[in-house]
C-alpha cells in the first residue's frame, strides 16, 4: 500500500478515508464524528455523519484497525475523493505514527526554543526588538487594544511604527470582522435549495393563479376524520389530480409525461431550510394512512433523516403556509413538475349567497404555479375551480378523500 502523507508526518499503511460522493455533489460537510482519534473502529461501523445537499448520510468505516487523523472537523467541508480523516490498520502502526509525531514535534521545539510572538502578547519577551521601532504612543496603543507590533507595518522614518500605523491597522482588523459578519455562507441544504429553485425557474415558464375558496367543508372533514389541513389537501390532490392528468406530470426535453401515479411531494420547513419529502401513490392510501406517513416524514425532515429515496419522485407539489399567517405567495415550481399548490392560512370573512344571504364562513387562498409550456391559463382555471367545488362542498370533499 503506497505511503500517504498528513500535517508533514508520514504515516504507513495509513487508510485515506475520503468524502463520499452521493448523487451530484462536489462537497460534502462533517455533521458529526461518532469516533475520537486513537479510538478503534470496525469495518462497517458508523464512525461519522456528512451532509450532502439535503440529505444527511451514515457514513462506515470501510476497515477495521485505529481513528489516527481527523482531517476535516465537525462543520468543516470537504470535496467529494479528499481526505476526511486517516486510519491504522493495526496497533503497531498507531503507534510509529504518534512517535513520528513526538519525534517531529521535539525536533520542532529544538529548532524554534523561542515560540514567535501572536496576537494579544503584547508584553511578550520576544517583542523589545520590535517594540524599540514603535512610538511610545503607538505603544501605549498596543498594550491598550492587545496587538502585536510585529503585524503592524509602520510607515515612519526608517520603519519606525506610529500612532498612525495602529490606527490603521484597528480599522482594517474591525472591516474583516464587519465583512466576516456580512459575508455569511448559505449551508449546504441552502445551496442545494437555491441551486434546484434557481434551475426551475431558468427551465420552466413559470405563471401563478390565484383564488379565493370557501372551504368548510375542509374544517368539517378535518375534524371528523382527526387528521391535518394538510393530509386532507394532499388526498384530494391524490383524487383530482387524475381528473386532471396534464398536471401531474413532468415537462422534459419538451415531452409532457403525465404519470399513472400520484406521487405528491410536501414541502416541509425546517431550521435548517425547505424539504420535500414525497407521498407516494395517494390515490390508493387511506385519509388515515396520508396522516401516518406525514407525521413520519416530517418528523425526519426536521431529524435530516430522510433518505434519498424519500425525497425522490414527486408529480405534483403541495407547500401549505396557513400555519404562518400567510394568505398569497408564489410557490415556485419543483422542477420538472409542471404544478404546485400553494396555500394561505384558514381565515373567517363574510359570503352572500345566491339568495343575497350574508354570513360569515370560512376562506382561504389556492396559489397555483404552473409551467405555461405545458399549461394555459384556461386549463389552470378549470383546475383551481374544480378544487374550489370540492373545498366547499361537505359530499364532494368526503367523496375525494375517501
Not at 47 to 67: A, W
Not at 355 to 373: A, E, G, I
Amino acid at each position: 500500500m503506497t505511503l500517504v502523507s498528513c500535517n508533514d508526518i508520514v504515516f504507513p499503511k495509513m487508510i485515506d478515508f475520503t468524502m463520499p460522493r452521493y448523487g451530484f455533489m462536489q462537497r460534502g460537510t462533517v455533521v458529526r464524528w461518532f469516533k475520537k482519534e486513537g479510538e478503534t473502529v470496525s469495518r462497517g461501523e458508523l464512525i461519522v455523519q456528512v451532509e450532502s445537499d439535503k440529505v444527511v448520510n451514515d457514513v462506515e468505516s470501510p476497515v477495521d484497525g485505529f481513528l489516527k487523523k481527523i482531517v476535516v472537523p465537525e462543520g468543516g467541508e470537504q470535496e467529494v475523493f479528499k481526505s476526511l480523516a486517516f486510519i491504522a490498520e493495526n496497533r503497531q502502526e498507531l503507534e510509529q505514527a504518534l512517535e513520528a509525531k513526538r519525534t517531529a514535534k521535539a525536533g520542532g521545539e529544538q529548532a524554534s526554543p523561542r515560540p514567535a510572538s501572536s496576537e494579544g502578547s503584547g508584553s511578550a519577551e520576544g517583542e523589545p526588538v520590535v517594540a524599540s521601532k514603535a512610538s511610545p504612543v503607538a505603544r501605549r496603543m498596543a498594550r491598550e487594544h492587545n496587538l502585536d507590533l510585529a503585524r503592524i507595518e509602520g510607515t515612519g522614518p526608517g520603519g519606525r511604527i506610529v500612532e498612525k500605523d495602529v490606527q490603521l491597522y484597528l480599522q482594517s482588523k474591525a472591516e474583516e470582522g464587519k465583512s466576516a459578519a456580512l459575508g455569511q455562507e448559505l449551508s449546504p441544504l441552502r445551496k442545494a435549495v437555491a441551486l434546484h429553485l434557481t434551475q426551475g425557474l431558468r427551465r420552466s415558464a413559470p405563471v401563478t393563479q390565484s383564488l379565493l375558496c370557501r372551504c368548510d367543508s375542509l374544517m368539517v372533514v378535518k375534524k371528523q376524520a382527526g387528521v391535518s389541513i394538510t393530509a386532507v389537501l394532499v388526498k384530494m390532490l391524490g383524487s383530482l389530480l387524475g381528473e386532471f392528468p396534464h398536471f401531474n406530470a413532468h415537462l422534459i426535453d419538451e415531452k409532457l409525461i403525465s404519470h399513472p401515479e400520484v406521487n405528491v411531494g410536501v414541502a416541509v420547513h425546517t431550521e435548517s431550510g425547505l424539504l420535500v419529502p414525497v407521498m407516494r401513490n395517494v390515490r390508493a392510501a387511506t385519509l388515515a394512512s396520508v396522516q401516518e406517513q406525514l407525521k413520519s416524514l416530517a418528523a425526519r425532515a426536521r431529524d435530516r433523516a430522510l433518505s434519498r429515496e424519500q425525497l425522490k419522485g414527486s408529480t405534483f407539489t403541495l407547500s401549505n403556509l396557513g400555519m404562518f399567517k400567510t394568505d398569497l405567495f408564489t410557490p415556485i415550481l419543483n422542477f420538472p413538475e409542471v404544478g404546485i399548490l400553494g396555500v394561505g392560512r384558514i381565515f373567517r370573512d363574510v359570503h352572500i349567497d345566491e339568495q343575497d344571504t350574508m354570513r360569515t364562513v370560512n376562506k382561504l387562498w389556492l396559489s397555483l404555479t404552473y409551467d405555461h409550456r405545458a399549461i394555459d391559463g384556461a386549463q389552470a382555471a378549470c383546475f383551481l375551480g374544480r378544487l374550489e367545488e370540492v373545498l366547499g362542498d361537505d359530499g364532494k370533499l368526503s367523496q375525494a378523500v375517501r
